[in-house]
Each structure stands twice: as C-alpha cells, then as structure tokens.
C-alpha cells in the first residue's frame, strides 16, 4: 500500500511539473504570435508614416515582450489565492477590460485584441486605421468646387421625379435616342471641351467609324482626335464655335443640319427633338447659355436623351457631370437659351441634327472657319474675279488662259482656305493621316486641273499664295474643283462648258469626288455660302430649306 501510494505520488508531481511546463509554452508561443502580429502591422503601416501615432506604439521593443513573459510565470509560480479582478485602463479610450491575472500575458500589448465574442480582429481605438481618406492628410484647395446644385426650375434626372418622368416618356416612346447616347456618355475631360465631348459622344453612339486609330488597334472618336481644323491647345483656351462644330462633325463623316436660333422656330426646334427622341439614327445637339437656365458658366453644348410630351420636358444629357447632372427643362427654357448671343461670334447659338453620313465617311480638306477670312476670298471668287473675267472676255480664247487669269486676281488668303491640318501639327501627325494625304495628292495629279494649274504655279513669281506652300499645285487644284461654280458665270459659253468639263465630278476619281463634296458642302456649313449675293459680308446667312441669302 506504501509503494502504490508513493507511485501514486510521483505521477502527481509529474502531472504538476507537465502542467506548469504545457503553461509555460502555452506563453510563449502566446507571446511569439503577438510579436508577429505587431511585426506585420507595424510592416505595412509604419508608424512614422502614420500622423498622431501614440509613443508607446512606436516605442514597443522585444525586452518588453520578454519581461511581461517572466512577470507572467512568476505570478503562476506563487500561491494561488482569490483576487478580484483587475481594470486595465486604455489610455485615450472610453472603455476598459476586465481579465484576471493568469491572462495578463495574452493582454499585455492593448494595440491588438482579440474578441472572442464575434471572433473578429479588433484595433484598439488609439492606433489610426489603415485606410484613411485623403482629406485627413490633404488640405482641400480653398479655390476649388466639388459639382453645383442644380436650380428649383430643373428637375434632376435621377430624382424620383426625374425617374418618374423617363418610365412614362419611355412608355410614349420618346427615350429612343436615350439609349445609344447613354452607352457612349462621357464627361468632358476638359472645362472647354464640351463641344468636343458631345461631339465624340454623338459619332459613336451613330455608328461612325472615324476611319484612323484611336490606341492601340482600335479606331474610336475621342476628343483629342477633333485636331483637323484647329489645334487642340486653342480648343483648351476658348472652345469651338457654333460653325466649327458644324465644320468638326463634317469633317469626320457626320451628316448634319444646323439652326440658328434666330433663323428657326420653338415649333420647328420642338418637332427636331421629337425626331431625335424617337429616332436612334438621329442625334440633335443643343448649343445654348447656362445663364438662361440658372447654372454658373455660359456658352454649353450638350445632346439631347430624351422628350416628356406631357409636360414638354427635355431630357439635357449634361456632359460636364463634374458640375450638373443630366437633367430635365422645359423646351421652352432651352430655346430662350439658345436665342443668347455667343461673346466670341455676336450671334445667336443654336441646335444640330446629326446623322450618319454612309457615302462620305470623314475628309482630309477642312475650311478654316474665320469668318472674316473665308468672307474675303468667297467675295473674290464671286464678285471680283467673274467682274473681271467678264471684262476680258472677247479676249479669252483657252481654258489655261483663263486659270492664269485667276490665278493673278487671287487674293494672299486664297492658300488659307483649305487646310490638310493646322500648321501647328506639322511632324506631329500619325502616319495614317499621311498616308491617306498622299494617296489623295497622288490621284490630284492624274487630273487635268492639275496638269494645268501645276504649270501655271511652277512659272508664277513669289507673289502667288502657292508658290511656297507645301503641297501648293494640289491645294489649288482642291480649290478650283470645289469653288462655286459663279467664278466662271462671265466666261464664254464655249469655255465655260469646258471648264464645267475639267470640274464634273463624274468624271473625277471616287475619292476626290467625294473629298470635292464635302469641301462644298462645309462651305455651306460654316455659314459662309458659295452663292450669288451682294451682301457678302460677316452677317451672310443661308437659310437651310432653300439655300437662299440673308443678312442679319
């Protein structure tokens, strides 16, 4: 019985010496994991990095760890006795924990608990949390705005009301043109380039294809692409005009009407945004004042998403979304806003109907659109010159006698009317765009027009516009191809059906027929018309039903 007893005993005291060695592991390996745990915090989120970082998070040292271990095993070594529990206070908290001594190792370090309750992971309340917002770091520009509020008389597009009045216009079938603007929406990538955005927006959402690369092997209209008429850091400073919007969307394939707000009506602009608003292959863009309608700014150019018939809403697709969101006005407000003047013009702004433009996909000739410049030589081609021929004409007997002729009565700006790009481009333009010049020069000089005028520029002086322009015979030659056919109304009838000959365009490749087409029909669009008018002057309108003059 004595030796049973005594074995007995000896299993006691190893159980007692395995029990206090399994806790003394138990600490360690406790004390191990929380100096890995810091380890990793302290890793990705440096506390110097970190503002207001208390010093005891930034100060923690391995002896640390160490000496609250061995204050942890002394205290298991002593006696166990009854001690109420202890309070730990966290320093600039509002809250405490409640352990008792034998748990004083796994909280030793307050910077991270554990919460056994929700078994999540929980940061005590003085160390910062690893995502901040930017503005706790930054200070907001004084000078800057985050959007505007839009005004009491707009309803916004997506308030209940807003939301209400597109369910019932889709219902009318009056949101058809919603759809393929929204796939295509964008925000104006710069303040100036509303024109530009709503240009981008409305060519892809038709389906044009802009026939060069955008990046990489795609070919897509973005606004940094609208470089053919004037340079993009221009367009930074002051925008695009009524006309030059008309000239840009020409220019890249579009088919499109524009009004003057003083040359139409409410009604007619009313029945315009119903066709765009049932219509998918119909866009119409509105160039108009914010003013009018309450918002900051003035001069903007947006398209159209949609009409409410009931009410004679319009659905304004926005696209500086940066400052308003799309939003609903009434079709009375935005015509009174496009019947304001544009500072830069003196003339009233408008809306456009654009639509895809199969036989003419885009053109390497653009008219630059200084009103003042194109007004002079278009006064030259139909007033001057004709005067002029008329007054020789018993003694004009070829066609090359008479190219000559008006070749000596151009005026200097005649070489800066057409433009293949602006100047400021040149060596910066993609090999593409080049190639397709080429090419198009290249037919040019199969022409008899060519064959003459190149002649006649190799012998002229250096008073001829395009003695010295690159590329000045074909230039020439574009130009009297597309010119109105008034310059030769005074001619003999015997060489002006020749020269009708030499300018058919049937009998003109396919590809200068329709470079020749477009530069005619941009003459009309930026409002300077090709047409048999004595009132040729900064003011010349042309009424878009019958081609006729007016002056305003």
Request: proline content about 6%; charged content about 20%.
């Amino acid at each position: 019985s004595s030796g049973i007893n005594a074995e007995y005993g000896d299993h006691i005291a190893l159980f007692a010496m395995m029990k206090k060695s399994f806790s003394v592991i138990k600490r360690l390996l406790s004390s191990q994991a929380q100096q890995q745990q810091r380890t990793i915090v302290s890793t990705a989120i440096p506390s110097q990095s970190i503002p207001n970082v208390p010093p005891r998070f930034s100060q923690i040292k391995e002896e640390d760890d160490k000496q609250t271990l061995a204050k942890s095993i002394k205290q298991d070594q002593e006696p166990k006795t009854q001690t109420p529990p202890q309070t730990i206070i966290h320093t600039n908290t509002q809250h405490s924990n409640t352990i008792h001594p034998t748990n004083a190792t796994i909280n030793a370090q307050n910077t991270l608990i554990t919460n056994k309750k929700n078994n999540n992971s929980v940061i005590d309340e003085d160390f910062p949390p690893c995502h901040t917002r930017p503005t706790d770091f930054n200070i907001v520009p004084s000078n800057s705005f985050y959007r505007r509020p839009l005004p009491e008389t707009l309803v916004a597009f997506s308030s209940p009301q807003g939301r209400t009045l597109f369910q019932e216009a889709l219902k009318e079938g009056c949101m058809e043109g919603y759809f393929p603007l929204a796939e295509q929406f964008v925000s104006q990538s710069e303040p100036a380039f509303c024109g530009l955005a709503t240009l981008a927006m409305s060519l892809n959402a038709l389906y044009i294809d802009p026939n060069r690369l955008w990046k990489g092997p795609w070919r897509w209209f973005s606004e940094d692409m609208f470089d053919c008429c004037t340079p993009i850091d221009a367009v930074k400073k002051r925008g695009v005009t009524f006309s030059e919007f008309a000239c840009l969307a020409k220019c890249n394939g579009a088919s499109i009407q524009a009004f003057r707000a003083d040359e139409s009506t409410l009604d007619e602009f009313r029945a315009a945004v119903i066709e765009a608003s049932t219509n998918q292959n119909v866009i119409c863009v509105v160039s108009y004042s914010r003013i009018s309608l309450g918002q900051t700014g003035n001069g903007h150019y947006s398209p159209i998403g949609g009409y409410h018939p009931k009410t004679d809403l319009v659905l304004v697709m926005d696209v500086a979304r940066f400052k308003y969101a799309p939003h609903w006005v009434t079709v009375e407000t935005l015509w009174k806003a496009m019947l304001e003047n544009d500072e830069d013009t003196h003339r009233p702004r408008g809306y456009f109907l654009l639509r895809q433009n199969a036989k003419n996909q885009g053109t390497i000739f653009c008219i630059l659109k200084s009103p003042n410049l194109w007004t002079k030589v278009a006064h030259h081609f139909l007033n001057v010159i004709p005067d002029k021929l008329g007054e020789k004409e018993s003694s004009l007997t070829s066609v090359e006698q008479v190219l000559e002729d008006i070749f000596s009565y151009f005026p200097v700006e005649a070489s800066k009317v057409l433009q293949t790009y602006p100047q400021e481009l040149s060596g910066r333009l993609h090999p593409d765009h080049m190639n397709a010049l080429n090419s198009f020069f290249q037919e040019i000089s199969r022409t008899r027009m060519y064959e003459i005028v190149s002649k006649l520029v190799e012998s002229s002086d250096a008073s001829n516009p395009f003695r010295n322009q690159p590329y000045g015979a074909h230039v020439a030659t574009v130009l009297l191809l597309a010119c109105p056919a008034q310059l030769y109304s005074t001619l003999p009838n015997k060489l002006r059906e020749e020269m009708s000959k030499i300018r058919e365009l049937d009998s003109l490749p396919s590809e200068i027929r329709n470079e020749i087409m477009q530069i005619r029909e941009q003459m009309f669009q930026v409002r300077k018309s090709p047409c048999k008018c004595s009132a040729l002057d900064s003011g010349l309108l042309i009424n878009q039903k019958n081609g006729s003059c007016s002056t305003k």
